[in-house]
């Protein structure tokens, strides 16, 4: 592979409220390659995207509404799943990319599926890694399968927070001050890190400062998390038979816990044609999940000569 290039960045406004950050990387008369970055409230990695060949692809991020350098960062007015998939049409349109592939991480994975559904004709092929189809999130990480995955560090989670649900812990990081603000988000850190984990030895990073941007991210996904998603579970299980026979990859740790490999059977079992990659002792994140997500991407290219 060449060494990077880095085409083009800039802001696109897609709302008189909002403008997305976009930056795109590699060839620019590759293989287009649309990415959907976890969280919500979550931010591209360009480290991992640029794992696509950057000779065949051209590789397109953005962070969506109120992530990374999306302005007004950290607003969740008109920031919903509807919104972002609907952003990344117009910037391909304004990219002037009539077709391309789509990927996307974990919520990243549910907004490329929804992309797809909504522009059938526009993806050529999918893929997927720790894909996520919302259901009952708050019990996921609050509730007793949460404490059964980690009893101690439950015990120090709650304990911190003082609630056990999205709403709660929205309202109280958004009126506490900066010094609850930072505890608490320590606090969440701390437990997402421990239910991120599979049965490897994949260590995750830890953030040295807490600053607004991090505070601003996790506000996201909780206002995502009190709303169920905005009905984004029922927008893309009413509607996967529009996704029939078109090529769906997905990689997925096999003891992943908060966004189940069992999610992905399931969908294959309504969309036969899915082929799954399992990450033997892999969790929800980490180098090894994104490193065969990646050699998924560039087989599949060079299968299709």
Known sequence: MNSVQNVKEGFLQ????????????????????????????????????????????????FNQRGCGKSVPGGNLKDNTPEAA?????KLLDFLQIT????????????????????????VEALFLSSVFVP???????????AKNKSPLGYKAFISTIKCTNSADLLHKITVSTKEEQEKIIRAFIDWEIQLFKGRDTVQYSYPTTIDQALVDSKRILLHYAANDYFGLRNSLLDNLSILDKKPIMIVHGDSDYLTPITTAYELQEKLPQI?????????????RVTQKLYEVINCYLENQK
């Open 85 to 89: 998939v609907t952003d990344a049409k």
């Open 14 to 61: 897609v709302s008189p409220l909002h403008s997305i950050y976009y930056a795109t990387f590699g060839n620019p008369h590759g293989v287009p390659l649309l990415c959907f970055h976890g969280g919500p409230g979550g931010d591209f990695k360009i480290k991992y995207s640029l794992l696509a060949d950057q000779d065949k692809y051209y590789t397109i991020l």
């Open 99 to 122: 077709r391309c592939y789509v990927t996307g991480f974990s919520y990243g994975s549910s907004l490329a599926m929804l992309f797809a559904i909504k522009n059938p004709t526009v």
């Open 275 to 287: 082929k799954i990659f399992p990450v033997i002792n892999g969790g929800h994140v980490g180098s």
């Open 135 to 145: 259901n009952n999130f708050d019990n996921r990480f609050y509730g007793e399968n």
